[in-house]
């Protein structure tokens, strides 16, 4: 067993023991064994995901903060993985807004449909990402 499924083994037990107290024994066996693997397979997610956003700050320690961004990734659900592509494709649609701009501005040749393209391209894109601002 490595360590950190020791770890979330411990976690496991804290959580249990703090969070249903005198309600254990409401749960058949095979109940609490079927919550004790899934709060087992939350524990280790959420050190999993802890782990790497403080690598990604590079920090050697894993601070409350990282714990709480973690737990915030893990239950994302379907709505806001949604918003999070209608913001990534914003980013795409108000990209290609500009830059159809700039190769017209450069080129100095402006064509009605051109401008027409990069305005709708533009207000689409800020609305995606204004959405996924708001939503996050």
């Known amino acids: 067993m490595s360590e950190s499924d020791r770890d979330a083994l411990a976690l496991q037990?804290?959580?249990?023991?703090?969070?249903?107290?005198?309600?254990?024994?409401?749960?058949?066996?095979?109940?609490?064994?079927?919550?004790?693997?899934?709060?087992h397979d939350y524990a280790k997610a959420l050190m999993t995901e802890s782990e790497k956003l403080s690598t990604r700050g590079q920090v050697d320690l894993i601070s409350a903060t990282h714990v709480r961004q973690a737990a915030g990734n893990l239950v994302a659900g379907p709505s806001r993985r949604a918003f999070q592509h209608l913001g990534t494709g914003g980013g795409i649609l108000l990209g290609v807004?500009?830059?159809n701009t700039a190769a017209m501005v450069t080129v100095g040749q402006y064509s009605t449909i051109g401008v027409v393209v990069s305005a709708v391209l533009a207000v689409?894109?800020?609305?995606?990402?204004?959405?996924h601002i708001a939503k996050d």
């Open 13 to 39: 037990e804290e959580v249990l023991t703090e969070q249903l107290g005198n309600s254990v024994g409401r749960f058949s066996p095979r109940a609490m064994r079927i919550l004790r693997s899934a709060v």
């Open 97 to 99: 807004s500009l830059s």
């Open 124 to 131: 689409m894109g800020t609305f995606g990402i204004a959405l």
